[in-house]
């Protein structure tokens, strides 16, 4: 019998200032260590090319990655985006606590594919009205 095992696949975290790195400890402070999560913080003082050099240094050739975003089409995104011409990166924009979470506990019983929906299908559903 053959098992099919799901290749591992880092998470990266990429945010305008902080805010990546904050959810890495928030979501780690509920559900304990992120293995394969790095986060990377584009700060007010860094170009397009320090930033993706310092994600760059972390990535690997035939390593698949799932990059979860701030916002669709800034600047964590546009670097994510040239970087998926030479890396197998799928991205997610719109980065929560709640998508992060779901990802985390996943990250090992999924492909990057399965991820990236659950990602997604988190963030729609983590938004509620009350009233």
Known sequence: MV?????????????????????????EMI????????????????S???????????????????????????T???????LRKKYDITIVTGINLNMLLEVGINLNNMDVEALANLACNSLKESGKIIS
């Open 76 to 82: 964590p995104f546009n670097t994510a985006a040239m």
């Open 31 to 46: 559900g304990g260590k992120l293995p394969n999560v790095n986060a990377f913080s584009l700060m007010p003082d860094m």
């Open 3 to 27: 098992v099919n095992k799901i290749k591992e696949i880092k998470v990266l975290v990429l945010t305008h200032g902080k805010f990546g790195e904050e959810l890495v400890n928030s979501a």
């Open 48 to 74: 397009l090319e320090e930033y993706a050099a310092s994600i760059e240094n972390k990535l690997k050739d035939k390593e698949k990655y799932l990059c979860l975003i701030d916002l669709f089409g800034g």
